[in-house]
């Protein structure tokens, strides 16, 4: 059973209370009206998938229902740290 932090609630919880959606960190389109469908796609649909370190955005969907960031190791899904939104991460991913 893998425990997550969660930074809101200050608590360790089960995983199942948690949902992943997906890579964290990304920077929208200044002016998405002026974005060709190529750039608009890239943001919406494209996303890294790296081996290694990886900075996800994650839910407490079973509990406080806010959102955060975690840092976690793809290979072993060790998470490094958890942080919240607007934070900036400590541990640096590739």
């Not at 960190?25 to 943001?43: A, K, N, V």
């Amino acid at each position: 059973m893998l425990l997550i932090y969660c930074p809101h609630c200050g608590e360790y919880r089960e995983e199942e209370e948690f949902h992943a959606k997906g890579q964290a960190h990304i920077q929208r389109p200044l002016d998405p009206d002026s974005c060709t469908d190529e750039e608009w796609g890239q943001y919406l649909f494209f996303r890294k998938n790296p081996r290694g370190l990886h900075h996800e955005i994650w839910v407490h969907s079973a509990g406080c229902r806010k959102f955060f960031n975690v840092t976690r190791d793809t290979q072993t899904y060790e998470i490094k740290e958890v942080y919240k939104i607007g934070e900036q991460p400590s541990v640096v991913a590739e």
